[in-house]
């Protein structure tokens, strides 16, 4: 199985590096930019300020053609492909959804399911395509047909890079590690201006590139509930840390929470774990594998951690219990103290 080839040591600490934005330490040269519905921060070290704005520049235009054309909820081209799915129709879209697709289908595939961008028409049901989501949950009956469809990604067809599907259920959303994808693209075109040490950060999910000078690059993990710092961990080389939690997309009716992330196996919201945190050096694999993980909650997200290659992951629990990972464990600051901290051994035999 393939290790992520990232490096992380542990050492003094020198500055916290999170998503909110404060004044760019020396040496750094540090941009903001909004995409995705969220804002993207974007952290160059030791580069000229002109070569740094004009780099990142190109990183903004980027963002801005992704978010167009990947937006499942508006006028693009994966509305374009959505629609023709709908009517049984076929539809080409650009290589980069074509890229989209396949990786869905192998996430879909590691975690057995549970991540399944396939979900847009239930996410529908919920509300949390809207920018206020809710107000209240969906009819159940909805819910039992969306979930007698059974729509997924593996009854999609790619033939000569036209796409059709077996099944006019699905509708495709990206929502859960499109930004892994793009935040990806984004290092990929600094890296080939020649830049090497840097981080993009989109809203707290980012991926880092060498060091920060003489020091690795400090990583800020944000807190369950919202406020602050949980952890932070130093990471230098290539790494990318992504971050899934029940604070972000919700609504709450009658006192209960219902978060964004969609159980397909109940049609309903998962329950049970507060976010999920998860390095890797593949970003739309970390971002697909948070989700996942958040899925399958306690304590089956040991196994479709080991199916997607994972080593790296912190889980905080409904009780603010926190899991984490024999190779993570040493690297992680708690800025708080959890309630209670659980060491897995992702290598050892799993012991429920
Ligand atoms: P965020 O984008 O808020 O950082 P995530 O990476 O966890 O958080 O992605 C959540 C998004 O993933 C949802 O808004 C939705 O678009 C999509 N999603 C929800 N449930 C699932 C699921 N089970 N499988 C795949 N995608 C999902
Ligand atoms: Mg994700």
Redesign the pocket.
């Known amino acids: 199985m393939r290790r992520p080839h990232l490096r992380l040591v542990c050492v003094a600490l020198v500055a916290l590096l999170t998503g909110a934005c404060g004044p760019a330490p020396p040496g750094v040269y540090r941009e903001q930019l909004f995409a995705f519905g969220t804002l993207i921060d974007i952290s160059l070290y030791g580069v000229e300020p002109q070569a740094a704005r004009a780099a990142i520049a190109a990183v903004d235009a980027l963002f801005q053609r992704q978010n167009r054309d990947w937006h499942a909820w508006q006028k693009g081209e994966l509305d374009s492909l959505n629609q023709a799915i709908a009517t049984g129709g076929t539809f080409q879209p650009d290589a980069s959804i074509l890229r989209l697709i396949g990786l869905a289908q192998r996430f879909e595939r590691l975690s057995q399911g ?4 396939a ?1 847009g028409h239930l ?1 529908n049901l919920w509300g ?1 395509q809207k920018d206020e989501p809710g107000p209240a949950p969906p009819d159940p009956t909805a819910v039992e047909h969306w979930l007698r469809a059974a729509p997924s990604t593996l009854q999609l067809r790619v033939d000569n890079g036209r796409v059709s599907s077996s099944n006019r259920a699905v509708k495709l ?1 990206f ?3 499109a ?1 892994g994808y793009s935040v990806a693209s984004a290092v990929e075109l600094l890296t080939r201006r020649g830049i090497g040490n840097l981080i993009v950060n989109a ?1 707290g ?1 980012l991926c880092l590139r060498g060091r920060h000078g003489d020091r690795p690059w400090r990583i800020g993990i944000r807190s369950p509930d919202g406020k602050g710092v949980l952890a932070s961990v130093d990471l230098e080389g290539a790494a990318c840390v ?3 939690g029940d604070y ?2 919700y609504f709450v009716y009658q006192g209960k929470r219902y978060t ?5 196996r109940t049609g309903e919201p998962a329950r049970g774990v507060h976010s999920v945190t998860v390095i890797a050096d593949e970003a739309a694999l970390a ?1 697909a594998a ?3 993980l ?2 399958a909650g306690t304590p089956q997200w040991r196994e479709i951690a080991r199916n997607m290659s994972v080593r790296e992951v912190l889980l905080m629990d409904a009780d603010g219990g926190a899991h984490v990972t024999a190779t993570l464990k040493p690297l992680l600051h708690f800025e708080r103290p959890p309630a209670a901290i659980e060491t897995v051994d992702l290598e050892g035999p799993t012991r429920h």
């Open positions: 549970l991540f399944n961008p979900i996410l949390f959303d929502g859960g590690f930004k809203g999910d992504f971050t899934s972000e997309r964004h992330i969609l159980d397909p971002d948070a989700t996942a958040f899925v």
